[in-house]
């Protein structure tokens, strides 16, 4: 986990792109409304849109790949992505 003091800096200085999305949980696989962020370094994945807590944090030089799914409306999918890293 990253100090808080380092993770409010990246977001002031770098932040790109934030919203929500839907994140299915490791163990469940249940869907979670999340809140993500974007910066240059990093994707963080947030409880909420306070930005207090951070759920999941993702170096992007540690992805290895990015999948992005089409919004399928006859079947009601909406539109997502997977991404892999390295741990």
Known sequence: TMEPQIVE??????KIKEGMVYQRTKFLQ???????VITFNYIYIFANKTLKEVTDCYDLKDVTSYKSFVRKEHDMIPA??????DD
């Not at 800096?9 to 770098?14: G, M, T, V």
């Not at 997502?80 to 890293?85: D, L, M, Q, R, V």
């Open 9 to 14: 800096n990246e977001l002031r200085k770098h």
């Open 80 to 85: 997502g992505f997977k991404i892999t890293y």
């Open 30 to 36: 249940e869907w979670q409304e999340r809140w993500m």
